[in-house]
C-alpha cells in the first residue's frame, strides 16, 4: 500500500503530493497545466499523462479538481481512475462539491470494487502545504481505518462525518457558509477601520487577542493589512464555488441563510472586479468605495 495517487496538482493538491511523499509513498499525479506538473516533478513525484495512468497500481488516488463534472471526468472516462484501479483501492474525493454529485459519484461507483471516500478539506493552501488540513471523511469505519495512513499523511484532524457518500460534502457546505461570513465580515471591518484612520496593526494587534479572533480572521487580516492580493493560494474562484454551494444546500433543504448569502454577494462582487485575485481582494471593493485603504501603518 505504499503506491499513492493525486489528480489536480494546484495549491491544494500540490500539498497532497508533498506530504505523502515525505510519509514515504510513492506518489503517481496528474494536470493540466505546465508549471504544476514540473513543480511535481521537482518534488520527486512521478508525472503520468492522465487519471488512468495516475490509477494503475495505487492503492488509494485523491481527486483535488475544481468541480463535480471534472471529478466525474476524472473517475468514469475512457481514460478515467476505474478503468486501471484495482479492486479494492480507494479513491479519496478531497474536492469540495455538491453533495448529490457526491452522491451519484457513489452510486455510480457501485459495483466496480473500488471504494469510494468522501473526504472534503479544509485549511487552505497552509493547511495543505503543511500536512494539517481537516478532513471530514464519509465512508464505512472499516473502509476508513483501512486507508488511514494516506488520510493521516495530509491531515491533523480527521473527522468521521457518516458513512455515506455526500455526507462530508454536506459538512462542508455547513462549514463553508461559516467561514464565508467571517471572510465578509473581516473584509468590511476592515474597510471600516480604513475609513476611520485605524491603522491595520492596531486592528490585527485586537481581533487576534479577542474573542473574535481565529485562523480565519487573523489570516485574513494580515494579508488585507499587507495589500496581498494575489498569489497567496487562496484563490477567489475557489470560496466563490463553495459558497453557492452552501446556498443551493440552504435552497433544498429550505434552510434562510441570511448571512452566507450577503457573504456570496460580497465575494460576487469581488470575483466580478478582481476576477484573478484572492478571497481578500473583495477588501478592495469596498474600500474603493468609501475611498479609503487599510495599511498595516496608518497614513500620515
Known amino acids: 500500500m505504499n503506491i499513492s495517487g493525486v489528480v489536480g496538482l494546484g495549491d491544494m493538491g500540490s500539498g497532497l503530493a508533498k506530504n505523502l511523499l515525505q ?15 514540473e513543480a511535481f516533478r521537482e518534488m520527486g513525484g512521478q508525472l503520468v499523462n492522465c487519471p488512468a495512468d495516475v490509477g494503475r497500481g495505487a492503492s488509494a488516488v485523491f481527486i483535488m479538481v475544481m468541480t463535480g463534472d471534472e471529478a466525474k471526468n476524472v473517475i468514469f ?7 486501471t484501479m484495482a ?3 480507494a479513491i479519496i474525493l478531497s474536492a469540495t462539491i455538491k453533495p448529490q454529485e457526491a452522491r451519484e459519484i457513489g452510486s455510480q461507483m457501485e459495483g466496480s470494487g473500488v471504494h469510494l471516500i468522501d473526504s472534503p478539506v479544509s485549511g487552505g493552501f497552509p493547511g495543505a502545504q503543511g500536512g494539517t488540513l481537516t478532513l ?32 462530508g460534502q454536506t459538512v462542508k457546505a455547513c ?31 485586537v481581533f487576534s487577542s479577542s474573542s473574535a479572533g481565529c485562523g480565519v480572521v487573523n489570516n485574513a487580516l494580515e494579508k488585507i493589512i499587507d ?3 494575489e498569489g497567496t493560494g487562496s484563490h477567489i474562484n475557489t470560496m466563490h464555488k463553495d459558497l453557492t454551494i452552501s446556498m443551493a444546500l440552504g435552497e433544498a433543504l429550505g434552510v434562510p441563510l441570511h448571512t452566507a448569502g450577503s457573504a456570496m ?30 495599511h498595516r501603518k496608518a497614513a500620515t
Open 136 to 167: 471530514m471523511v464519509a465512508a464505512p469505519d472499516g473502509i476508513v481505518d483501512r486507508f488511514l495512513p494516506f488520510l493521516e499523511a495530509v491531515s491533523a484532524n480527521i473527522h468521521r462525518t457518516g458513512k455515506c457518500s455526500g455526507d
Open 77 to 83: 472516462a475512457s481514460d478515467g481512475l476505474l478503468t
Open 265 to 294: 454577494q460580497i465575494f460576487h462582487a469581488g470575483k466580478s472586479k478582481y476576477p484573478n485575485g484572492d478571497n481578500w481582494v473583495c477588501t478592495r471593493v469596498i474600500e474603493e468605495i468609501v475611498g479609503a485603504e487599510l
Open 87 to 89: 479492486v479494492g483501492s
Open 227 to 229: 495589500r496581498e492580493f
Open 175 to 205: 462549514l463553508q457558509s461559516l467561514i464565508g461570513a467571517q471572510f465578509s465580515a473581516t473584509f468590511e471591518a476592515a474597510a471600516l477601520a480604513a475609513k476611520a484612520g485605524v491603522s491595520g496593526q492596531v486592528l490585527l494587534d
Open 23 to 37: 510519509h514515504g509513498f510513492k506518489v503517481q499525479g496528474a494536470d493540466l497545466l505546465r508549471h504544476r506538473k
